[in-house]
């Protein structure tokens, strides 16, 4: 395996999942926010924070699967080696 599948995978991950939790966090924080300042639409609110949270997480696990494949399932690999 190449050094630079690794790193890569690495680097995928790392950005992966810091940039999707730097973005759930401020998405519950201005949720929070919002329910303090107008507690009847709580559910509204939170139905509409748990489905954006979903589509935050999903971009996280995009890259899980990204890196994952670069590392055992690599589709350009027989590029590399001829």
């Known amino acids: 395996m190449c050094l630079l599948h690794l790193v890569v995978a690495g680097l995928t991950i790392a950005i992966g999942s810091v940039a999707p939790a730097l973005g759930e966090g401020k998405a519950v924080a201005q949720a929070l926010n919002s329910i ?10 939170s139905r509409t924070l748990f489905v954006g949270l979903a589509m935050i997480e999903s ?16 589709p350009f690999w027989n590029y590399v080696i001829r």
Do not use: G, H, K, R
Not at 36 to 45: F, H, L, S, Y
Not at 59 to 68: E, G, H, L, N, W
């Open 36 to 45: 303090a300042q107008q507690p009847d639409e709580a559910n509204t609110i």
């Open 59 to 74: 971009t996280a696990i995009y890259c899980f699967v990204v890196s994952m494949i670069l590392l055992f399932a690599n």
